[in-house]
């Protein structure tokens, strides 16, 4: 059984069928999204277009991801995209969105119930692990040297975070009930983090504000997931967000003028 629902199967053979022709076209097309891991040597390149193709995208759904969040096939629909139109990858967004999207709400891990007053102490910052060094632990640094007081998971006693010994999911949940705003740190990996998601949930539900800002460039299938997270009665890909990927002096100083629009 394919780890994808039927449609988001079926839609994906009948995207790629057209371009699986020849031998030659296939070669390019597969070994260009999977060139170097073990799926590429998998494939067996004969066959009718359909047969092929079934048997193509059954393998790369049973192998699942050929690195670290990305899905075989998702490399797939990215790779196919430079070779077709407008129509074709307005089709492939469509299917990204769909079939490779983050849980709904209400498929998050649930947060428990706040155990403290809401006094607003800090300024919260969600991010995805694979940005603390490369990015968090700079904006940690500079937002504490403009004076702010900061909660921020594993990045040291200076920042609060979740103590050990205790259960971090309430002192997470205590956390978010505290700040003052939440700095939410986008990034191809953020947004697919189902934690991320969880605290920009409860935020949302408290209506704490929320400040975006954009760590790492993101891509057509990145839109896509942004679109399905929702918060507020908004969703993510809607909400303005501030980019440090042009310049990261430039992003912090509009930054610092958003926090003090948000908590003033």
């Known amino acids: 059984m394919?780890?994808?629902?039927?449609?988001?199967?079926?839609?994906?053979?009948?995207?790629?069928?057209?371009?699986?022709?020849?031998?030659?076209?296939?070669?390019f097309i597969l070994t260009s999204a999977w060139y170097g891991t073990p799926l590429e040597y998998k494939i067996k390149w004969t066959g009718s277009a359909?047969?092929?193709?079934?048997?193509?995208?059954?393998?790369?759904?049973?192998?699942?991801?050929?690195?670290?969040?990305?899905?075989?096939?998702?490399?797939?629909?990215?790779g196919l995209r430079p070779q077709v139109g407008y129509d074709v990858q307005e089709e492939i967004d469509?299917?990204?969105?769909?079939?490779?999207?983050?849980?709904?709400?209400?498929?998050?891990p649930q947060l428990p119930?706040?155990?403290?007053?809401?006094?607003?102490?800090?300024?919260?910052?969600?991010?995805?692990?694979?940005?603390?060094?490369?990015?968090v632990s700079r904006l940690a640094g500079d937002l504490t040297d403009k004076g702010y007081t900061l909660w921020v998971d594993n990045l040291g006693p200076k920042y609060s975070g979740i103590t050990a010994g205790k259960a971090w999911q309430q002192e997470l949940a205590d956390a978010l009930h505290q700040?003052?705003?939440?700095?939410?740190?986008?990034?191809?990996?953020s947004i697919r983090s189902v934690w991320c998601q969880?605290?920009?949930?409860?935020?949302?539900e408290q209506n704490t504000p929320i400040i975006p800002i954009l760590a790492r460039p993101i891509s057509g299938d990145d839109y896509g997931i942004m679109a399905k997270i929702e918060v507020g009665s908004d969703t993510l890909?809607?909400?303005?967000?501030?980019?440090?990927?042009?310049?990261?002096?430039?992003?912090?100083a509009v930054l610092l003028t958003d926090i003090q629009k948000h908590i003033t």
């Open 113 to 135: 119930p706040t155990s403290n007053t809401a006094d607003k102490k800090h300024l919260f910052i969600s991010y995805s692990s694979s940005d603390r060094h490369s990015f």
């Open 198 to 204: 969880a605290e920009l949930n409860r935020a949302s």
């Open 179 to 189: 700040a003052k705003a939440v700095i939410f740190v986008i990034s191809p990996d």
């Open 94 to 108: 469509r299917i990204i969105g769909e079939c490779f999207a983050p849980p709904k709400p209400k498929d998050l």
């Open 237 to 252: 890909s809607n909400i303005q967000y501030r980019d440090f990927t042009q310049g990261y002096d430039q992003g912090l």
């Open 2 to 27: 394919p780890k994808l629902n039927r449609k988001c199967f079926q839609d994906i053979i009948t995207l790629v069928i057209p371009h699986m022709d020849d031998e030659d076209e296939r070669k």
């Open 50 to 78: 359909q047969t092929f193709t079934t048997l193509a995208v059954r393998e790369a759904d049973k192998f699942g991801q050929i690195e670290k969040d990305l899905p075989a096939l998702l490399a797939l629909l990215e």
